[in-house]
């Protein structure tokens, strides 16, 4: 069993798109010097409902790249979307001191959102989404606090389990 879904979660990773969203040149102050390294930001996702970031950090862009995809791999949600290809409900997501309102729009609306957010969204397949990014426009808490947002979403489905009623009651 463990060794198919292996082989699922193979096929599903050829298929997932990835964005870079920063690159950032670091540097620790050591006794001889400076170490200079590169950390960067990376969005994975199918377009399909599924999401995730990652960061990374080495001694060369290409190889912190590849290790931001890797923890982006590791750190996948599964989005929410409703018949429109937008959320189901409103919600703002917090990460650090970084919010972002996500607000569910009609059809035609397209994707209405910053760089760090925006990727995010397309990348989930959302199609018809508006965003406001509040506080802190620092993009690596952007990014967490857009994808803290959308694992917070429940279908109505899921929220009339919750309840005990059906959909229609709700």
């Known amino acids: 069993m463990a060794r198919d879904n292996r082989e699922n979660f193979e096929e599903n990773r050829s298929e997932l798109e ?7 040149r670091v540097s620790k102050t050591v006794k001889g010097g400076r170490n200079m390294r590169f950390s960067a930001l990376v969005v994975v996702g199918d377009k399909n409902g599924h999401v995730g970031a990652g960061t990374g950090k080495a001694t060369e862009v290409p ?26 409900h409103d919600l703002i997501g917090k990460f650090g001191s970084s919010s972002v309102l996500l607000k569910r729009s009609p059809e035609g609306t397209g ?14 397949g959302l199609k018809n989404i508006r965003t406001k990014s509040l506080g802190s426009n ?4 952007v990014v967490f606090a857009t994808l803290e947002g959308l694992k917070a979403l429940k279908t109505p489905e899921q929220v009339a389990q919750l309840r005990g009623k059906s959909v229609d009651e709700i």
């Not at 982006?72 to 979307?81: F, P, Q, R, S």
């Open 63 to 88: 190889e912190a790249i590849r290790k931001a995809k890797m923890d982006a791999e590791k750190h996948m949600i599964t989005v929410a979307l409703d018949a429109n290809n937008s959320i189901p």
């Open 138 to 141: 620092n993009k690596q808490n």
């Open 111 to 124: 994707i209405i959102a910053g760089g760090p957010a925006r990727s995010v969204c397309e990348l989930a």
């Open 18 to 24: 990835d964005s870079v969203v920063a690159i950032k």
